[in-house]
Protein backbone atom coordinates (compact mmCIF):
# COMPACT_ATOMS: atom_id res chain seq x y z
CA UNK A 1 0.00 0.00 0.00
CA UNK A 2 1.46 3.56 -1.01
CA UNK A 3 0.47 6.25 1.43
CA UNK A 4 -0.34 10.00 -0.67
CA UNK A 5 0.85 13.14 0.44
CA UNK A 6 1.36 16.84 -0.96
CA UNK A 7 4.85 17.72 0.55
CA UNK A 8 6.96 15.86 2.76
CA UNK A 9 9.56 16.94 4.74
CA UNK A 10 12.60 14.83 5.88
CA UNK A 11 14.09 15.53 8.67
CA UNK A 12 12.32 17.48 11.82
CA UNK A 13 14.61 19.64 12.61
CA UNK A 14 14.84 23.24 12.83
CA UNK A 15 14.95 23.43 8.79
CA UNK A 16 12.14 20.91 8.28
CA UNK A 17 9.93 22.31 11.34
CA UNK A 18 9.82 25.58 9.60
CA UNK A 19 9.05 24.00 6.18
CA UNK A 20 6.08 22.56 7.62
CA UNK A 21 4.75 25.19 9.47
CA UNK A 22 5.29 27.64 6.25
CA UNK A 23 3.72 24.96 3.80
CA UNK A 24 0.55 24.23 5.98
CA UNK A 25 0.32 28.17 6.51
CA UNK A 26 -0.72 28.42 2.97
CA UNK A 27 -3.82 25.56 2.90
CA UNK A 28 -0.96 22.46 2.18
CA UNK A 29 -1.03 19.03 4.04
CA UNK A 30 2.32 17.82 4.63
CA UNK A 31 4.25 14.63 6.50
CA UNK A 32 7.59 15.22 8.69
CA UNK A 33 9.40 12.18 8.72
CA UNK A 34 12.04 12.51 11.56
CA UNK A 35 14.36 9.19 12.66
CA UNK A 36 14.82 10.02 16.05
CA UNK A 37 12.08 9.85 18.71
CA UNK A 38 11.73 13.31 18.97
CA UNK A 39 11.50 15.95 17.13
CA UNK A 40 13.66 19.39 17.07
CA UNK A 41 16.93 18.34 15.49
CA UNK A 42 19.81 20.65 17.46
CA UNK A 43 17.12 22.63 19.26
CA UNK A 44 16.48 20.04 21.53
CA UNK A 45 20.15 20.13 23.20
CA UNK A 46 21.22 24.12 23.05
CA UNK A 47 20.79 25.92 26.05
CA UNK A 48 22.53 29.34 24.70
CA UNK A 49 20.75 32.03 23.78
CA UNK A 50 19.84 32.99 19.98
CA UNK A 51 21.49 36.01 18.40
CA UNK A 52 20.08 37.75 15.64
CA UNK A 53 17.02 39.66 15.47
CA UNK A 54 13.72 39.07 17.14
CA UNK A 55 12.12 37.15 14.04
CA UNK A 56 14.71 34.41 14.72
CA UNK A 57 14.13 34.10 18.04
CA UNK A 58 16.85 36.42 19.22
CA UNK A 59 17.04 35.93 23.19
CA UNK A 60 15.51 33.14 23.64
CA UNK A 61 17.05 29.70 24.26
CA UNK A 62 17.54 26.46 21.52
CA UNK A 63 15.21 24.25 23.16
CA UNK A 64 12.76 27.03 23.94
CA UNK A 65 12.53 27.52 20.26
CA UNK A 66 12.30 24.10 19.74
CA UNK A 67 9.35 23.49 21.93
CA UNK A 68 7.38 26.54 20.36
CA UNK A 69 7.97 24.86 16.84
CA UNK A 70 6.60 22.07 18.43
CA UNK A 71 3.82 22.79 19.43
CA UNK A 72 2.87 24.69 16.71
CA UNK A 73 3.25 22.25 14.61
CA UNK A 74 1.24 19.99 16.49
CA UNK A 75 -1.71 22.19 16.75
CA UNK A 76 -2.04 22.32 12.96
CA UNK A 77 -4.02 19.65 11.69
CA UNK A 78 -2.64 19.47 8.14
CA UNK A 79 0.80 18.79 9.58
CA UNK A 80 1.11 15.14 10.38
CA UNK A 81 4.83 13.95 12.25
CA UNK A 82 6.27 10.25 11.88
CA UNK A 83 8.64 9.73 14.71
CA UNK A 84 11.30 7.25 14.49
CA UNK A 85 10.91 7.19 11.07
CA UNK A 86 14.32 6.82 8.66
CA UNK A 87 13.87 7.64 4.90
CA UNK A 88 15.76 4.96 2.83
CA UNK A 89 15.61 6.20 -0.40
CA UNK A 90 13.95 8.60 -3.07
CA UNK A 91 13.37 6.88 -6.13
CA UNK A 92 12.88 7.66 -10.14
CA UNK A 93 8.99 6.83 -10.15
CA UNK A 94 7.95 9.26 -7.09
CA UNK A 95 8.65 6.73 -4.28
CA UNK A 96 9.93 7.95 -1.26
CA UNK A 97 10.39 4.40 1.56
CA UNK A 98 10.67 4.69 5.01
CA UNK A 99 11.27 2.04 7.67
CA UNK A 100 9.12 3.48 11.02
CA UNK A 101 9.05 1.67 13.93
CA UNK A 102 10.15 -1.21 11.83
CA UNK A 103 7.67 -1.22 9.12
CA UNK A 104 8.38 -0.36 5.67
CA UNK A 105 6.08 2.42 3.94
CA UNK A 106 5.82 3.79 0.52
CA UNK A 107 5.56 7.11 0.64
CA UNK A 108 4.17 9.43 -2.87
CA UNK A 109 4.50 12.91 -2.42
CA UNK A 110 4.16 15.37 -4.86
CA UNK A 111 7.21 17.87 -3.24
CA UNK A 112 9.86 16.62 -1.33
CA UNK A 113 12.08 19.00 1.19
CA UNK A 114 15.07 17.62 2.10
CA UNK A 115 15.91 19.18 5.43
CA UNK A 116 18.42 16.05 6.78
CA UNK A 117 21.02 18.61 8.33
CA UNK A 118 24.98 17.48 8.87
CA UNK A 119 26.81 15.06 10.29
CA UNK A 120 29.89 15.95 12.38
CA UNK A 121 33.70 15.72 10.97
CA UNK A 122 36.58 13.95 12.54
CA UNK A 123 40.11 14.02 12.90
CA UNK A 124 42.57 11.44 12.08
CA UNK A 125 45.25 11.08 14.74
CA UNK A 126 47.30 7.84 16.69
CA UNK A 127 44.78 6.61 19.32
CA UNK A 128 41.58 8.58 18.13
CA UNK A 129 39.97 5.06 18.25
CA UNK A 130 40.55 5.68 21.96
CA UNK A 131 36.93 5.62 24.48
CA UNK A 132 36.40 8.74 25.71
CA UNK A 133 36.70 10.65 22.14
CA UNK A 134 33.68 12.45 21.13
CA UNK A 135 32.48 14.48 18.71
CA UNK A 136 30.89 17.80 20.12
CA UNK A 137 27.10 16.81 19.05
CA UNK A 138 27.38 13.79 21.14
CA UNK A 139 28.43 15.67 24.43
CA UNK A 140 25.70 17.76 23.72
CA UNK A 141 23.41 14.89 23.74
CA UNK A 142 24.77 13.43 26.85
CA UNK A 143 24.73 16.60 28.92
CA UNK A 144 21.67 18.25 27.53
CA UNK A 145 19.55 15.57 26.04
CA UNK A 146 20.20 12.25 28.76
CA UNK A 147 21.57 14.25 32.01
CA UNK A 148 25.07 12.53 31.98
CA UNK A 149 28.22 14.20 32.91
CA UNK A 150 30.30 12.98 30.35
CA UNK A 151 33.74 13.93 31.80
CA UNK A 152 35.88 14.99 34.48
CA UNK A 153 38.26 16.82 32.53
CA UNK A 154 38.37 17.19 28.32
CA UNK A 155 39.95 19.04 26.24
CA UNK A 156 38.07 20.73 23.70
CA UNK A 157 39.44 20.53 19.55
CA UNK A 158 37.83 23.52 17.87
CA UNK A 159 37.45 27.52 18.65
CA UNK A 160 34.31 27.88 16.01
CA UNK A 161 30.84 28.88 18.02
CA UNK A 162 30.35 24.72 18.68
CA UNK A 163 33.63 24.18 20.37
CA UNK A 164 33.29 27.26 22.37
CA UNK A 165 29.73 26.93 23.31
CA UNK A 166 30.03 23.02 24.24
CA UNK A 167 33.12 24.05 26.13
CA UNK A 168 31.09 26.41 28.57
CA UNK A 169 28.27 24.35 28.54
CA UNK A 170 30.58 21.63 29.91
CA UNK A 171 31.67 24.08 32.34
CA UNK A 172 27.91 24.38 33.25
CA UNK A 173 27.57 20.87 34.39
CA UNK A 174 30.81 20.66 36.83
CA UNK A 175 33.26 19.59 33.96
CA UNK A 176 37.05 20.82 34.54
CA UNK A 177 38.08 22.29 30.32
CA UNK A 178 41.94 21.48 30.48
CA UNK A 179 42.07 23.76 27.06
CA UNK A 180 40.65 24.47 24.30
CA UNK A 181 43.05 23.58 20.71
CA UNK A 182 42.48 25.47 17.80
CA UNK A 183 44.64 24.86 14.68
CA UNK A 184 43.70 28.08 12.98
CA UNK A 185 45.65 31.16 13.81
CA UNK A 186 42.56 33.06 15.04
CA UNK A 187 39.55 31.88 16.83
CA UNK A 188 36.78 31.24 14.40
CA UNK A 189 33.45 31.59 16.72
CA UNK A 190 31.96 34.44 18.10
CA UNK A 191 34.16 36.60 20.85
CA UNK A 192 31.78 36.77 23.06
CA UNK A 193 31.68 33.20 23.66
CA UNK A 194 35.48 32.84 23.97
CA UNK A 195 35.56 35.57 26.39
CA UNK A 196 33.12 33.73 28.88
CA UNK A 197 35.29 30.56 28.80
CA UNK A 198 38.67 32.78 28.77
CA UNK A 199 37.07 34.67 31.85
CA UNK A 200 37.11 30.93 33.78
CA UNK A 201 40.68 30.23 32.95
CA UNK A 202 40.28 28.49 30.01
CA UNK A 203 43.34 28.52 27.97
CA UNK A 204 42.31 28.47 23.85
CA UNK A 205 45.47 27.61 22.11
CA UNK A 206 45.45 28.98 18.19
CA UNK A 207 47.76 27.70 16.03
CA UNK A 208 47.46 23.77 17.65
CA UNK A 209 46.49 20.79 16.83
CA UNK A 210 46.28 17.21 18.38
CA UNK A 211 49.46 15.52 17.46
CA UNK A 212 48.69 12.02 18.90
CA UNK A 213 46.05 10.47 21.86
CA UNK A 214 47.02 8.13 24.83
CA UNK A 215 45.67 5.23 27.06
CA UNK A 216 46.00 1.84 28.06
CA UNK A 217 41.74 0.69 27.82
CA UNK A 218 40.26 4.46 27.58
CA UNK A 219 41.89 7.58 27.02
CA UNK A 220 44.28 8.71 29.29
CA UNK A 221 45.51 12.29 27.83
CA UNK A 222 46.33 14.12 24.33
CA UNK A 223 49.72 15.47 22.94
CA UNK A 224 49.14 19.23 21.40
CA UNK A 225 51.83 20.23 18.91
CA UNK A 226 52.13 23.94 17.31
CA UNK A 227 51.77 24.12 13.59
CA UNK A 228 53.43 26.47 11.17
CA UNK A 229 52.40 28.81 8.87
CA UNK A 230 51.87 25.60 6.31
CA UNK A 231 49.57 24.30 8.96
CA UNK A 232 52.72 21.55 9.20
CA UNK A 233 53.59 19.97 12.85
CA UNK A 234 56.83 22.00 14.51
CA UNK A 235 58.74 19.13 16.18
CA UNK A 236 59.45 19.96 19.59
CA UNK A 237 56.79 22.05 20.60
CA UNK A 238 54.79 19.17 21.72
CA UNK A 239 52.77 20.03 24.90
CA UNK A 240 51.33 16.86 27.02
CA UNK A 241 47.80 17.39 28.63
CA UNK A 242 46.30 15.14 30.66
CA UNK A 243 42.35 14.18 30.46
CA UNK A 244 39.54 11.60 30.18
CA UNK A 245 38.00 13.16 27.55
CA UNK A 246 38.41 14.74 24.20
CA UNK A 247 35.96 16.71 22.05
CA UNK A 248 36.16 17.35 18.38
CA UNK A 249 34.03 20.71 17.19
CA UNK A 250 36.13 20.46 14.06
CA UNK A 251 33.07 21.24 11.49
CA UNK A 252 30.06 19.62 10.14
CA UNK A 253 29.59 18.27 6.72
CA UNK A 254 26.22 18.21 4.95
CA UNK A 255 24.31 15.09 5.23
CA UNK A 256 23.31 14.96 1.30
CA UNK A 257 23.14 10.85 0.52
CA UNK A 258 19.46 11.31 -0.17
CA UNK A 259 19.89 14.15 -2.41
CA UNK A 260 22.93 11.91 -4.21
CA UNK A 261 20.40 8.89 -4.57
CA UNK A 262 17.66 11.07 -5.92
CA UNK A 263 19.55 11.98 -8.83
CA UNK A 264 19.97 15.84 -7.83
CA UNK A 265 23.41 17.65 -9.36
CA UNK A 266 25.71 17.93 -7.09
CA UNK A 267 28.98 19.90 -6.37
CA UNK A 268 31.50 20.29 -3.90
CA UNK A 269 31.85 23.90 -2.24
CA UNK A 270 34.13 24.49 0.41
CA UNK A 271 32.36 27.50 1.28
CA UNK A 272 29.47 25.73 2.83
CA UNK A 273 31.39 22.05 3.80
CA UNK A 274 31.37 19.68 1.38
CA UNK A 275 29.01 18.40 -1.16
CA UNK A 276 25.91 20.30 -1.38
CA UNK A 277 22.75 19.75 -4.11
CA UNK A 278 22.48 22.79 -6.60
CA UNK A 279 19.45 25.06 -5.64
CA UNK A 280 18.07 27.86 -7.53
CA UNK A 281 16.32 30.85 -5.33
CA UNK A 282 12.84 29.17 -4.35
CA UNK A 283 15.67 25.99 -2.76
CA UNK A 284 14.61 23.36 -5.29
CA UNK A 285 17.26 21.17 -6.79
CA UNK A 286 17.94 20.24 -10.75
CA UNK A 287 15.17 17.53 -10.07
CA UNK A 288 11.62 19.28 -10.43
CA UNK A 289 10.09 18.81 -7.33
CA UNK A 290 12.75 18.09 -4.55
CA UNK A 291 13.61 20.65 -2.59
CA UNK A 292 16.80 21.21 0.27
CA UNK A 293 16.94 23.36 3.12
CA UNK A 294 19.12 23.70 6.18
CA UNK A 295 22.75 22.59 6.53
CA UNK A 296 21.96 19.71 3.85
CA UNK A 297 22.60 22.86 1.96
CA UNK A 298 25.45 24.11 3.22
CA UNK A 299 26.57 24.86 6.68
CA UNK A 300 25.12 27.65 8.67
CA UNK A 301 23.78 28.60 12.53
CA UNK A 302 20.11 27.24 12.94
CA UNK A 303 18.45 30.67 12.04
CA UNK A 304 19.63 30.46 8.64
CA UNK A 305 18.38 27.30 8.87
CA UNK A 306 14.94 27.61 9.54
CA UNK A 307 14.66 30.76 7.46
CA UNK A 308 15.62 28.63 4.25
CA UNK A 309 13.26 25.93 5.55
CA UNK A 310 10.44 28.89 5.86
CA UNK A 311 11.33 29.36 2.19
CA UNK A 312 11.01 26.26 0.84
CA UNK A 313 8.22 25.59 2.22
CA UNK A 314 6.28 28.40 0.59
CA UNK A 315 7.71 27.37 -2.56
CA UNK A 316 6.76 23.71 -2.30
CA UNK A 317 3.08 24.95 -1.60
CA UNK A 318 3.39 27.94 -4.13
CA UNK A 319 4.31 24.92 -6.74
CA UNK A 320 1.21 23.26 -5.68
CA UNK A 321 -0.84 26.32 -6.23
CA UNK A 322 -1.73 27.57 -2.71
CA UNK A 323 -1.82 31.37 -1.99
CA UNK A 324 0.36 32.07 -5.22
CA UNK A 325 0.45 36.23 -3.95
CA UNK A 326 0.65 35.15 -0.07
CA UNK A 327 3.06 32.36 -1.31
CA UNK A 328 5.72 35.09 -2.40
CA UNK A 329 5.32 38.02 -0.41
CA UNK A 330 6.29 34.81 1.99
CA UNK A 331 9.55 34.12 0.02
CA UNK A 332 10.45 37.62 -0.22
CA UNK A 333 10.30 38.24 3.19
CA UNK A 334 12.49 35.10 3.65
CA UNK A 335 14.95 35.92 1.03
CA UNK A 336 15.27 39.99 2.96
CA UNK A 337 15.59 37.74 6.42
CA UNK A 338 18.73 35.44 4.45
CA UNK A 339 20.25 38.77 3.10
CA UNK A 340 20.59 40.42 6.51
CA UNK A 341 21.49 36.91 8.73
CA UNK A 342 24.39 36.90 5.73
CA UNK A 343 25.45 40.51 5.38
CA UNK A 344 28.73 41.57 7.16
CA UNK A 345 31.83 40.09 7.52
CA UNK A 346 30.32 36.84 9.44
CA UNK A 347 28.47 35.81 6.04
CA UNK A 348 30.94 36.66 3.96
CA UNK A 349 32.47 32.53 3.59
CA UNK A 350 28.65 31.73 3.19
CA UNK A 351 28.14 34.34 0.46
CA UNK A 352 30.75 32.89 -1.23
CA UNK A 353 29.79 29.66 -1.45
CA UNK A 354 26.49 30.62 -2.90
CA UNK A 355 27.83 32.70 -5.61
CA UNK A 356 29.63 29.36 -6.64
CA UNK A 357 26.28 27.65 -6.10
CA UNK A 358 24.65 29.98 -8.41
CA UNK A 359 27.34 29.82 -10.92
CA UNK A 360 27.58 26.06 -10.79
CA UNK A 361 23.77 26.01 -11.20
CA UNK A 362 24.18 28.08 -14.69
CA UNK A 363 26.63 25.87 -16.15
CA UNK A 364 24.30 22.69 -15.29
CA UNK A 365 21.43 24.62 -17.34
CA UNK A 366 23.95 25.39 -20.09
CA UNK A 367 24.73 21.87 -20.60
Request: hydrophobic share 40%.
Given at each position: ?206 GYTIKEAYGTDCLEGVVICKLDEKW ?136
Open positions: MIRETEILVIGGGPAGLCAAKAAASLGAHVLICERDYVPGGQLVKQTHKFFGSEKQYAGERGIQIGKTLIDEITAEPKIEILTEATVLGIYEDGIVTVLHQNQHLKIRPQKTIVTTGAAEKFLAFPGNDLPGIYGAGAVQTLMNVAGVKPAERVVMVGAGNIGLIVSYQLMQAGVQVAAVVEAAPKIGGYLVHASKIRRAGVPIRTQMIPGTEETIPCDTLCLAVGLTPLAELCWQAGCQMAFIRELSGHVPLLDENLETTVPGLYAAGDVAGIEEASAAMVEGRLAGCSAAASLGYSPREAEAMRQAARQDLEELRSGPTGAKIRAGLEKMYRKKGEVKAC
